[in-house]
Each structure stands twice: as C-alpha cells, then as structure tokens.
C-alpha cells in the first residue's frame, strides 16, 4: 500500500505546484500518512481543506477507505 500511496501522491503534486505550493512525505504509519505542506500551502488558511477534501478523499476512494493524512507542521 505504500507504494500506492507515494505513487498518488506524485500525481497530486502538479496540482499544489500549479498554486506555488508543493507537500513533502513526512512518513507513512500503517494507514496514516504524515504529510508537510510547503511553499504557497504552507501557509494557507486552507490547507486543512487541502489536506481533508482534497489529499485525504482522493487516496481513500482509490487507495483504502481507512487512510488518514495528517498535516505536519
């Protein structure tokens, strides 16, 4: 499962850098994913958002519905 999840998130990757941002795998416990947003995204008002709606909803509908991401600061 981690290789899926590292493979998903490259795929979503283009689309923070399209907005001057970028993320950075921290770790990946078990289903947990610890993420770092960086750039434009670190700092947003909406990375929770990001992360919950975006990043967390896209690898539990094609990954494993039990995958938490975790925004590390």
Do not use: S, Y
Not at 24 to 46: D, S, T, W
């Amino acid at each position: 499962m981690e290789d899926k999840i590292k493979a998903k998130l490259d795929e979503l990757r283009p689309m923070l850098q399209a907005d001057g941002g970028d993320m950075e795998l921290i770790a990946i416990e078990g289903k947990n994913v610890k993420l770092m947003l960086k750039g434009a995204c670190g700092g947003c008002p909406h990375a929770t958002i990001t992360i919950r709606d975006g990043i967390q909803r896209i690898l539990r509908e094609e990954i494993d519905a039990e995958i938490t991401v975790e925004r590390v600061m």
